[in-house]
């Protein structure tokens, strides 16, 4: 598998235990899961991010890290905060080894430098806001049983689709495919 997917393929995997994704028997995705899914899913992204706007070589991925960063705290927080007045505590699925996933992601981009380091960057954050979006609208929103979280998700996700959108432009003007 691709590096620049790890980190969030393994909240997808557990996506995969879902009726009709797979012949494995798993747990229901339920709206604990999915808020922690969507709490990782924003704390990967403020980390990567976060590098972006640090170690970017050109000005264009600094200034798109540190959006990226902001915007993903922001969302995070409003999860966090939904969580806590619905008393849900995020529970992440079995076997979740995003964490783990996620470092394999800092080295690799810790290892780059220079134009290295932005193309990596881009194609990397490309990569995990279709992935995120992707589950978003075909596993996680239809999962969603609470009205709140899921006008939550409903509001946020236009931001995810900007990043991509930004995150592309970013790329094609700097010659990364």
């Known amino acids: 598998m691709n590096p620049l997917r790890l980190s969030f393929a393994a909240l ?6 879902l009726p009709g994704h ?18 990782q899913a924003n704390a990967i992204d403020i980390y ?6 640090k170690y970017g070589h050109s ?5 798109l890290g540190r959006a990226v960063a902001a915007d ?12 806590r007045t619905l008393g849900i ?11 783990a996933d996620q470092a394999k992601t800092v080295a ?7 134009t290295g380091f932005d193309a990596a960057y881009l194609r990397h954050e490309i990569a995990y806001h279709q992935a995120v979006i992707d589950a978003l609208k075909n596993t996680l929103l239809p999962a969603i049983s609470n009205p709140e979280f899921k006008a939550l998700v409903n509001k946020v996700l236009p931001g995810f689709e900007h990043h991509l959108a930004e995150t592309k432009a970013v790329a094609r003007k700097l010659g990364v495919n």
């Open 12 to 17: 997808l995997a557990a996506l995969m235990m």
């Open 22 to 39: 797979a012949a494995v028997a798993g747990p229901q995705l339920d709206d604990a899961t999915i808020l922690a899914i969507f709490d």
């Open 48 to 53: 990567t991010a976060r590098m972006g706007a």
């Open 59 to 63: 000005q264009a991925v600094r200034e």
């Open 72 to 83: 993903h705290e922001m969302v995070q927080q409003m999860g966090r905060d939904l969580a």
């Open 89 to 99: 505590v995020p529970t992440p699925p079995a076997g979740d080894t995003s964490v």
């Open 108 to 114: 690799m981009l810790s290892a780059q430098s220079g």
